[in-house]
């Protein structure tokens, strides 16, 4: 009887795992059989379709035994490992038995090849799993035909606004928002120039756009800047030239369109003229009078960047005037534009400064010059202003707003020793925020940026090193070798810098390296203030090795040396690394 019993479940469950395995895309092929613990897809190429130009392969895959890797496999031979932890909500809500697996975070992956490396006619593809036992299983075998005959449509995504497929919801949007994704051709996304027929190398204003449509309600309004980094896409297709600078964004001006549902769609033409839409979203567009205020960012000081003076103790200032030409001055800059549609009250009427949430300078009350009271490569400088200043990166970004976004600048000069006698500053963290008016008396200032700030005292007068980090942005992926870019000054000269990630020395810039006091001319037109040479020759360069680290965020601190071995901790800033490991 036992035995009986025994026999009648095994069928049972083999026939159960064979229905399964048919159901839910489970094959037996591979160096270990998969089981009931595996459940994948693969969602493109679909079996024993015709292929050219950049071949998407994309998928899923869910095991609890972890899985660490995914080789993609042309005629049996492996091409390239996929890009996995890609978010798959719709995999997730589908298959909930999976939560908490350990390793995929998000069970998406996706690969590429190009259909020219390979010849005409039929092929088999599958993919490789292999798992953090040391187990490997061959999946998805499938034949596909290559026609390289045939021109390929742009292929892209459109990231934002996001899939309500994938989400759950259609996006609410307002003011300005960006439309965000990525496009790829094997031969190359269109260009065009505007106005039409201008030269970039004699014309200021003659813009280089990719024939990339931002279309709404299947209306064409107007051309997404591209290519942009795009790192992740470079990670999934490896073998196309670009791949790293393929992004785009356009920032759409919803204002001009009614409240309601529209469609947003995003268009790219190949140089051979053939065209694909890349993605469509309805959207709910609701803008009223809190959604569309002003808004901008403060370019400079980065965020915990640092303020300076030489004495930071002392009475309340007595003279009630700021700047003495015996201090230290730092400054603060940013743009920023008004996107109300009532033309009544459309624009900026005053910009405002806050330490500590202390009102400290006004563009309405005093801007102009800073006079002769001054150190020396400030006298006479015009401050504490806005809409003096070209912004042609912001008219760029945001063409629709016209010069609103090309005078959009504001710059002011504080004096922080003047503010720590006065009690607005202190020693250590401090905040600073910049609002702004608008036509409309009855708005409150709006704040557009907020952020932290380090005072430091340096009763020595060796003023520390200060700079800007330009390259990576906060909270940028990275991949492989990276360019560190920026500039640093030390009136001390700076002699070595030091790049530090999570607290260990990955390598040092010394002064004879080439790569340390380059010549920036652009920094000493932006701030003549600072003296030459420092003005000049004060740009670094450092390749940063990615691949030794985990993926995942890392925290890159740089260190300045000067002469006299004073060492300023200058730029602590968050960055992803994302290179399969």
């Given at each position: ?10 069928i ?33 190429p679909?079996?024993?379709e ?25 005629d ?14 719709d ?38 799993v ?10 998805g ?84 800047m ?20 393929s ?18 769609s ?54 009630g ?10 400054w ?12 009544q009250?459309?624009?900026?009427v ?10 400290v300078?006004?563009?309405?009350r ?8 001054v ?28 010069w ?25 963290l ?32 060796d003023y ?47 002064e004879y390296?080439?790569?340390l ?6 920094v ?23 691949t ?12 300045a ?21």
């Amino acid at each position: 009887m036992h035995r009986n019993h025994g026999t009648a479940v095994a069928i049972l469950v083999s026939i159960l795992v064979a229905s399964l395995a048919v159901a839910g895309g489970i094959t037996r092929r591979g160096s270990a059989p998969p089981t009931i613990q595996t459940t994948f897809g693969i969602e493109s190429p679909a079996p024993n379709e015709t292929v050219s130009g950049i071949v998407t392969v994309k998928g899923f895959i869910l095991d609890r035994r972890a899985v660490s890797s995914i080789t993609l496999l042309i005629d049996g031979a492996p091409l390239h490992d996929a890009d996995l932890n890609q978010a798959r909500p719709d995999v997730r809500w589908k298959y909930p038995k999976y939560q908490g697996e350990p390793f995929p975070i998000e069970p998406g992956f996706r690969t590429s090849f190009l259909a020219s490396n390979f010849s005409d006619g039929p092929h088999t593809l599958a993919v490789r799993v292999r798992l953090a036992s040391g187990e490997s299983l061959v999946v998805g075998e499938r034949t596909i035909y290559v026609d390289n005959g045939r021109n390929q449509a742009p292929i892209g995504e459109l990231d934002s606004p996001r899939d309500p497929g994938a989400y759950g919801a259609h996006d609410q949007i307002s003011g300005v928002f960006p439309i965000v994704g990525w496009a790829l051709d094997d031969t190359g996304i269109r260009k065009r120039s505007t106005p039409p027929g201008c030269n970039p190398s004699t014309d200021k204003d003659c813009l280089i756009l990719a024939d990339i449509d931002v279309m709404v309600d299947n209306t064409v309004v107007a051309q997404a800047m591209y290519p942009l980094p795009r790192p992740d896409v470079a990670n999934a297709y490896p073998d196309v030239v670009g791949a790293y600078n393929s992004g785009f964004t356009m920032h759409l001006d919803t204002t001009r369109f009614t409240n309601g549902f529209h469609t947003i769609s995003v268009r790219a033409w190949d140089t051979q003229g053939a065209s694909r839409i890349l993605g469509e979203r309805r959207v709910w567009i609701e803008n009223n009078y809190g959604s569309i205020g002003p808004f901008g960012r403060i370019d400079w000081p980065m965020s915990n960047g640092h303020f300076f003076s030489c004495n930071c103790s002392g009475p309340p200032p007595i003279s009630g005037v700021e700047y003495d030409p015996e201090h230290h001055l730092d400054w603060v800059t940013g743009w920023v534009i008004d996107q109300n549609d009532n033309w009544q009250y459309q624009g900026i009427v005053d910009v405002e400064l806050y330490l500590n949430n202390v009102l400290v300078k006004r563009h309405a009350r005093d801007c102009g010059s800073l006079g002769t009271s001054v150190p020396a490569g400030w006298q006479n400088v015009v401050a504490n202003c806005y809409g003096l200043w070209e912004r042609p990166d912001i008219m760029y970004l945001y063409p629709q707003f016209l010069w609103d976004a090309k005078y959009s600048q504001f710059f002011f000069v504080v004096d922080t020793e003047y503010w720590l006698h006065a009690g607005v500053l202190r020693q250590g963290l401090n905040i600073l925020d910049v609002r702004v008016r608008t036509k409309d008396p009855l708005r409150q200032p709006v704040q557009i940026d907020r952020i932290p700030i380090v005072v430091e005292c340096n009763t020595n007068v060796d003023y520390p090193a200060y700079g800007d980090l330009e390259r990576p942005q906060p909270m940028r992926d990275m991949r492989g070798m990276e360019l560190l870019k920026g500039w640093v000054v030390d009136f001390n000269w700076v002699t070595q810098l030091k790049v530090w990630v999570d607290g260990h020395l990955d390598g040092v810039l010394s002064e004879y390296s080439g790569k340390l006091r380059m010549l920036r001319m652009d920094v000493e037109l932006r701030y003549p203030w600072l003296p030459y040479p420092h003005s000049r020759y004060n740009g670094f360069e450092y390749g940063l090795d990615t691949t030794k680290y985990t993926d995942g965020v890392h925290t890159l601190v740089l260190e300045a040396v000067d002469r006299a071995g004073n060492s300023t901790y200058w730029v602590q800033r968050p960055v992803r690394f994302d290179n399969h490991n």
